[in-house]
């Protein structure tokens, strides 16, 4: 198993404890106070991701083999849901976030997110983790 | 109540949406300067149009053309009346207000020449700016932008310093999407004929709440879309005085629109049609004269009185929660029913993400009005904006989910 899905299954078993939205969410608000701040050099307009209704930076560096992702959001339910994200894809290689099945966001009732409307910024964060891990991978090989 | 005939019990029946349950609970529907929900007499019309005389209008010499025919040129005589134009082919019908806005554009705004000047105002909605933009650029015209006050009204010192010979066209919605302001247009359309200068007014979010009377207003064009005022979506008109659509070249080619076809010439048809290219809309049509009717079995005054009861309670009731700052004016009297509105150090995404969860609709984000968010230096507003269907007992819900919600992000 990869790393990547262990990580998701994580995820997956501490969702499953809650019992309602409200648990979820505040779960999720908490995460995002936990997010680690990018640093500020990182928040510039280049790194902000198109689609999104609330302005969200994503910055990558490669380490080695893997990428190291950093974010931040100016809303706190879509920092959250970066800090998601960043758990399960960061400090991993290109080859394997570029392979990775998101099938956890469904488990973990984010699937609302998923939705391609305007306002949802999850679609085009994950499109954007996989052209980080697409541009260096073609670094690396 | 503001009016013994309006029973609001018996109205809400009319939506069958009303009922349905979001995420677990009754849903409060308050994204209604977004598209309004559609009653069961305009549903039925459409079900009624499918079922029982689809066919192509203006052309069949068969029964069910004709009947679709007629119905579809009797929905324009309403909405001819309904905005008192003075002759039914002064009526367009469009996809919309945006279809509305592009077909002047490039069809008046090609008469634009370098030198002239257009003035736009800074509440309008993005798809009463970037047609023209786009006109500009083409004609050499210039934009010039009437600047917004901080209480969200136009600044008209600017306007009335700034309207000249040289202005050539003027737009301006009736009512702000974003802040509900009510813009002065009968001051703007009276300065700008003095000038020389013809007017569009994008009524959009005027439609729901304030019945237009065209040839009062003297306006020159005014754009309107069915899904604001309990029709279909996909369907609008374009109103234009005859003069001025006469002058103006085809915006659309095809079907419809034309009066003889060779490879060497063709002459178009007289108006409407000159700029009703292809099959249009036909049930849409049909279904906003319908919504006409249903709006006007309430009747419009009715409607913008209790509107601006919902307003005033809950401008009122929204004081109760810690940090909230209104935007637009402060007067409930000089807008429309819509609460545009932040609670300081909260992002507006968060709050609709979570009201959402307690089966709150609302609008979140620029509401296609940057130059708004920009000027207040903000990101977006959460939006409700209510309806005649709306209830003060859903207003006493959504606060009570705001509460909840700035507790749950704070």
């Known amino acids: 198993m990869s790393k990547i899905e262990e990580k998701q299954e994580e995820i997956v078993d501490e969702f499953s404890m809650f019992e309602d939205w409200m648990q979820r969410y505040e779960y999720m608000i908490e995460l995002g106070k936990t997010l680690p701040q990018i640093d500020e050099q990182h928040k510039t307009d280049e790194n902000i991701i198109k689609g999104c209704q609330s302005r969200v930076w994503l910055h990558a560096d490669l380490e080695g083999d893997k990428i190291k992702f950093s974010a931040d959001s100016d809303a706190i339910i879509t920092k959250g849901i970066i800090a998601i994200l960043i758990r399960v894809f960061s400090e991993q290689t290109p080859k394997d976030i570029l392979e990775a099945d998101l099938k956890f966001i469904d488990e973990i009732g984010l699937k609302d997110h998923l939705s391609p409307t305007r306002a949802n910024g999850l679609v085009s964060m994950i499109k954007q983790l996989k052209n980080y891990a697409l541009a260096y991978q073609a670094k690396l090989n | ?410």
Not at chain 2, 212 to 238: M, N, R
Not at chain 2, 250 to 278: D, R
Not at chain 2, 375 to 387: C, K, L, V
């Open chain 2, 1 to 410: 109540m503001a009016n013994a005939t309006f029973d609001i019990e018996k109205v809400r029946k009319d939506f069958p949406i009303l009922q349905r349950k979001v995420n677990g609970k009754d849903l409060v529907y308050f994204d209604n300067a977004a598209t309004s929900q559609t009653p069961k007499q305009v549903i039925d019309s459409i079900v009624d149009y499918y079922e029982n005389y689809n066919a192509n209008i203006h052309r069949g010499v068969h029964s069910l053309s004709q009947e679709a025919t007629d119905a579809y040129e009797q929905a324009r005589i309403k909405i001819q009346k309904h905005f008192n134009a003075q002759k039914p082919h002064e009526i367009i019908f469009t996809s919309g207000t945006t279809h509305a806005i592009n077909l002047v554009a490039n069809s008046y705004g090609s008469f634009l020449k370098p030198g002239d000047e257009v003035l736009v105002s800074a509440l309008e909605h993005h798809s009463n700016i970037v047609p023209w933009q786009m006109m500009c650029e083409k004609t050499g015209a210039q934009m010039k932008v009437i600047p917004m006050l901080n209480n969200g009204q136009l600044d008209m010192n600017f306007f009335h310093k700034e309207v000249s010979s040289k202005t050539k066209m003027v737009f301006v919605n009736h009512v702000s999407n974003a802040l509900g302001t009510i813009n002065p247009i009968e001051e703007i359309i009276a300065t700008a004929h003095a000038h020389g200068a013809k007017v569009l007014v994008d009524g959009a979010q005027s439609a729901p709440h304030i019945q237009a009377d065209v040839q009062e207003l003297d306006v020159d064009f005014y754009t309107v879309s069915a899904h604001k005022i309990c029709g279909p979506t996909g369907v609008g008109i374009l109103y234009g005085k005859e003069e001025l659509l006469e002058q103006m070249p085809p915006y659309q080619g095809g079907g419809e629109m034309i009066a003889e076809v060779s490879f060497e010439k063709t002459t178009y048809a007289g108006l409407p049609h000159k700029f009703e290219a292809g099959t249009p809309n036909i049930a849409g049509g049909i279904a906003f004269g319908v919504a006409l009717d249903y709006m006007h079995s309430i009747g419009f005054n009715v409607i913008n009185a209790y509107e601006n009861e919902l307003l005033t309670y809950a401008t009122e009731r929204i004081k109760e929660v810690n940090g909230v700052i209104i935007y637009g004016p402060e007067n409930p009297k000089d807008k429309t029913a819509v609460l545009s509105f932040n609670v300081e150090g909260l992002h507006a995404y968060d709050i609709g993400t979570i009201l959402d969860q307690m089966g709150i609709a609302l609008r979140t984000g620029h509401h296609c009005a940057q130059p708004i968010m920009d000027y207040y230096q903000i990101p977006g507003t959460a939006r409700a904006s209510f309806s005649f269907y709306n209830t003060k007992k859903e207003i006493d819900s959504f606060i009570e989910a705001l509460k909840k919600a700035v507790s749950m992000l704070s």
